[in-house]
């Protein structure tokens, strides 16, 4: 049988690409390597703790139109955050007056900049700024953006025109990011969408309305393909697991790809008898930590969880110190919170993390544009021969990075394959 449309990959992208197609009656082959939906979306639910556990994304950011369509229309809960900011050395707290306000006006800086230069360079450059501005800076584009600020583009990171200086808002979800992909996902239509999990894309062959795909054990053909993988796995060499061959190569994907990279995170998620953090009243917390320099709350939800997390050099360090990864978090929000290591040891009641820059099908946290990468992703999601088109958080040139990105590139894919493909 040869489907309209083939799509690689079940998380926010292929499956908000898939519901759209299959709404349109289009037959569908959804693959994807996991056993599960949701790529980089990833919630657990603990028997014995009933808020979920988020191993990927956990806010919502801003009002993302992508998102919100589907909270109100799945009627999910959403509830706002207290973004408030504080600064820690060694269990000494200071709060951050207009934390954002700080993250644009040095973004503001970056306009007139001509040549393209990486934000760490950019930053030396930037000498009337106090050393903490400097170091807030930074540690906001490498956890923020998971990006190295020695690679990350400067001028991808500037003020874009008419942006609001005002501070984002930031949601949660209360049942867990999952209950936006089990939405999308119970929108496809059985008699259209044959889901195929656990099942790993090697090769792509395709000429002018004509693909096939090998999967090892069995070949999918299809008049197109959407292709939503994430920027490490585009990147990985061929004989690695999760890496697909394009036959014909695509060289102009190859380009963009030059330009991008794939953001290192490490997120860890800490249950503990008591929380030992409230009398600071603090939200998200900031650290000159060489490890883990990021922690924030659940406020403003109550339970004794506390998230750590760790973005481009911080996440390299701390990965380096496998199999005490845990280990080395817990010193780090010691340090933070000046509590001493021997009593978070007595408090703590569980650990929960994800390694994505291991993971095969993932291989890294998400995108961000290096040095001379400013129109990489629109490059890449640019269709080839209305044959492949493309999708996912890398393709997106505006809210590059996120769950909403991710939708509203499955959506814009699967609306051209039927403006101009399946008509
Ligand atoms: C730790 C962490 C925290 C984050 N926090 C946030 C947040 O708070 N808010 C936010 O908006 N975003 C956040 N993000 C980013 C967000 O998770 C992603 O931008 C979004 O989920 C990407 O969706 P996608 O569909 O583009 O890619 P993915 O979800 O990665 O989907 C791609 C799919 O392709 C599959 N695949 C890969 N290779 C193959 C192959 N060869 N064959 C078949 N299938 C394959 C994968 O298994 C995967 O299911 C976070 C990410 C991480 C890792």
């Known amino acids: 049988m040869t489907f309209d449309v083939a799509v690689i990959g079940a998380g926010a992208a292929g499956l908000a690409a898939a519901r759209t197609l299959s709404g349109a009656r289009k037959r ?5 390597a996991r056993q599960r939906a949701g790529g980089r979306i990833s919630t657990l639910h603990v028997p014995d703790l009933p808020i979920p556990i988020e191993l990927g994304a956990e806010f919502l950011h801003g009002e993302a139109a992508s998102t919100f369509a589907i909270v109100d229309a799945a009627a999910l809960p959403v509830y706002e955050l207290r973004t408030d900011y504080w600064y820690s050395r060694n269990g000494s707290f200071t709060h951050i007056r207009d934390f954002w306000g700080l993250i644009n006006r040095v973004r503001a800086r970056i306009g007139p900049l001509k040549q393209d230069v990486s934000f760490a360079e950019f930053m030396r450059t930037q ?7 400097r170091q807030l800076a ?3 584009v490498e956890g923020y953006h998971a990006a190295h600020a020695d690679r990350i583009s ?4 500037r003020m874009a025109d008419g942006e609001q200086e005002g501070e984002p808002k930031q949601y949660r979800l209360a049942s867990g990011y999952d209950s936006i992909i089990e939405w999308m996902r119970a929108g496809l239509d059985p008699e259209h969408v044959d889901l195929r999990f656990g099942s790993v894309v090697k090769r792509v062959q395709w000429s002018k309305g004509n693909v096939e795909i090998d999967c090892g054990t069995f070949t999918v053909r299809a008049r197109a393909a959407i292709i939503t993988i994430p920027i490490g796995v585009w990147k990985a060499p061929a004989e690695q697991d999760g890496a697909i061959v394009f036959d014909p190569p695509l060289r102009e994907k190859e380009k963009a790809l030059a330009r991008l990279e794939a953001g290192h995170v490490v997120r860890i998620t800490f249950r503990f008898r008591e929380r030992f953090w409230e009398k600071h009243r603090a939200v998200f917390i900031q650290t000159r930590d060489r490890f883990m320099p990021t922690f924030w709350t659940t406020a403003p939800m109550r339970a004794p969880i506390l998230i750590g997390w760790a973005g481009g050099h911080c996440a390299d360090a701390l990965l380096a ?3 005490s990864i845990i280990d080395r978090a817990l010193d780090s929000m010691s340090r933070a919170f000046g509590v001493p290591r021997r009593r978070l040891d007595a408090l703590l009641a569980g650990t929960w993390m994800h390694d994505w820059q291991s993971d095969p099908y993932s291989r890294g946290a ?5 040095v001379g990468g400013s129109g990489a992703h629109d490059l890449l999601a640019k269709p080839v021969k209305n044959t492949l088109f493309f999708a996912g958080e890398a393709t997106s040139s505006n809210e590059t990075g996120t769950v909403s990105g991710a939708i509203a590139t499955g959506y814009r894919a699967a609306g051209k394959l039927l403006r101009g493909v399946l008509t």
């Open 28 to 32: 569908v082959c959804l693959i994807e």
């Open 127 to 133: 000498r009337a700024l106090s050393p903490r501005t």
């Open 138 to 140: 930074c540690n906001f």
């Open 154 to 157: 400067a001028l991808a990171l």
């Open 321 to 323: 110190e496998r199999p």
């Open 366 to 370: 998400y995108s961000y544009a290096a």
